[in-house]
C-alpha cells in the first residue's frame, strides 16, 4: 500500500466531517561508494530486488539509479510514522551493506556531477528525460514528500490554499542541500531552486474550488502539457488518485527524528486549519507572489534569515516565526498525540538544520568527503542494529556478503 492510499476516495464525504489526518511519509536517500563516498548506481545490484521482496512497493527506483525512495505504509499516528521510518531505513541500510553500499540522507550530494548519473531503466524515467532533457538528467536531487489523509476534495484545495503560507516555514525548518558539484552554493536549500526549474513546480496558485483545480488539471491533459495530474510537482497538492494532500516543499533531513517532527508539523497545521474551516473561519489567503517572496528566504538563509509576516507587514526573524506557528497549533497537538515529536523542532532551531550542520563540518575540516561522511553517520543515527526480526522467511545475513 502506498502512502496516499490512506481511505478510499468517496464524493460523498461531508466537507465538515473531520478528515483521518492520517500520515505517509516518502524519502529518496544517496547511494554511495564507500570508499570514494561519491554516488554509486545500484543497477544489477539484490538492493533494490532484495529490497523489494522486504518491503514490496515501500520501495522503488528513482529518476537516478544512485537514488532509492522508500515509503512508509498508511500510519494513524505519528509513532506510526517514526516506526516504520526506522524499520524501513534499517533494512535500506542493511541491504546496502550488504551490497557494498551505504545510505545517506541529504537532498543534494555535496561533490558528484550529474553527469556521470545513469538513468534508472524504466519507460517512465525514460520518457521524463525525453520531454525534459537536460532538466532532468541534472535534477540529481532527494526529497522528502509529507501526506496528510483529507477525504473531501474540496477540503483538501480550501486546506491547500491556507497551507501555502506557512511552507517557507517548513521549508526553513527541514533545509539540507548547501553543496553542488563540489560548491557551496550559498544557498540552504539549493534542491528548491533545482527543482523549479521543471514546469509545473514551486507554490500553487489559488483556487476556488475543486472543480476549478480540476478543470485546470483536464485543461493540461487536453491540451496535451500533462498525460495525468501526478506531472503538477507543486510544493503541495492534491494527490491526483488517492485522498491526500501532499507537501513537497521540504529537503529531506538526516535523522528520522527531523523527518518526523516535520511530519508531525504539517499533520497539525492542517488539523488546526481545519478545526478554523469546520467553524467558518479562516486565516488569511494571501498571493503567491508574496509568499514565494518568503519561500526564496528560506531557500536562501533557512532558519538563519528574517521571514515576512504580511499581516503585519514587517519582517522577523524566521526562528521567531517558527515558534509563533508551533503556538498557533498547539491546541491541536495533544489530540493527535504528536506533542514530543513537535517539540524537537525546537531542538533544530537550537543546533542549526542539516545545511547548517553540513556547513559546520565543511568549515571545521574543509573536507567535502567528511561532509558527506558526516551524513551518512546522522542519516543512520538511532537505526535497528538488528533486522532480524523484519527479513521473514528470508533469513538474510547480517554482514556484508
Known amino acids: 500500500m502506498s502512502p496516499e492510499e490512506v481511505v478510499p476516495y468517496r464524493e460523498e464525504y461531508d466537507p465538515y466531517e473531520r478528515p483521518s489526518f492520517t500520515i505517509g511519509v516518502e524519502e529518496e536517500y544517496m547511494v554511495l561508494d564507500p570508499h570514494t563516498l561519491d554516488l554509486r548506481s545500484h543497477i544489477g545490484m539484490e538492493l533494490l530486488s532484495r529490497g523489494r521482496m522486504l518491503l514490496h512497493e515501500h520501495v522503488k527506483p528513482e529518476l537516478h539509479a544512485s537514488i532509492v ?20 531505513r534499517s533494512i535500506v541500510a542493511h541491504l546496502a551493506r550488504r551490497n557494498g553500499l551505504l545510505i545517506a540522507a541529504a537532498s ?7 553527469q556521470e548519473q545513469e538513468i534508472y531503466p524504466d519507460e517512465r524515467y525514460l520518457g521524463i528525460v525525453e520531454d525534459m532533457q537536460i532538466l532532468a538528467r541534472s535534477l540529481l536531487i532527494f526529497g522528502l514528500h509529507i501526506h496528510i489523509g483529507i477525504e473531501n476534495r474540496e477540503t483538501q484545495i480550501q486546506l491547500m490554499n491556507v497551507m501555502r503560507y506557512f511552507l517557507p516555514h517548513v521549508l526553513a525548518i527541514s ?49 496535451g502539457c500533462i498525460d495525468n495530474g501526478k506531472k503538477i510537482w507543486w510544493d503541495i497538492r492534491p494527490h491526483p488518485f488517492f485522498p491526500t494532500l501532499e507537501i513537497r516543499i521540504c529537503d529531506l533531513p538526516m535523522r528520522i527524528e527531523e523527518t518526523v517532527a516535520i511530519a508531525a508539523l504539517c499533520q497539525a497545521i492542517a488539523a488546526k486549519l481545519f478545526s478554523l474551516y469546520q467553524k467558518n473561519m479562516s486565516f488569511r489567503v494571501y498571493r503567491r507572489s508574496l509568499i514565494m517572496e518568503n519561500k526564496w528566504r528560506a531557500v536562501r538563509y533557512g532558519i538563519d534569515g528574517k521571514l515576512i509576516d504580511f499581516g503585519k507587514q514587517r519582517e522577523f526573524p524566521a526562528r521567531m516565526l517558527i515558534r509563533e506557528l508551533l503556538e498557533f497549533v498547539d491546541d491541536v497537538v495533544d489530540e493527535l498525540g504528536s506533542r514530543k515529536e513537535i517539540e524537537y523542532i525546537h531542538e533544530i532551531l537550537e543546533m542549526g538544520t542539516g545545511a547548517d550542520r553540513q556547513l559546520r563540518v565543511w568549515r571545521e575540516t574543509g573536507s567535502l568527503e567528511a561532509v558527506v561522511r558526516y551524513i551518512h553517520e546522522e542519516s543512520t543515527r538511532g537505526l535497528f542494529q538488528d533486522v532480524t526480526p523484519f527479513l521473514g522467511e528470508l533469513q538474510l545475513p547480517q554482514e556484508p556478503v
Open 108 to 114: 543534494t550530494h555535496p561533490f558528484a556531477r550529474w
Open 69 to 88: 525512495e522508500i515509503g512508509t505504509g498508511v500510519c494513524r499516528t505519528i509513532q506510526e510514522v517514526r516506526f516504520e521510518l526506522t524499520k524501513i
Open 175 to 223: 533545509t539540507n542541500s548547501p553543496f553542488w558539484m563540489g560548491m557551496n552554493t550559498g544557498l540552504k536549500s539549493y534542491r528548491s531552486k533545482l527543482f523549479e526549474r521543471f514546469p509545473r513546480t514551486a507554490l500553487p496558485d489559488f483556487f476556488s474550488s475543486w472543480a476549478e483545480f480540476e478543470n485546470y488539471v483536464r485543461l493540461l491533459i487536453r491540451t
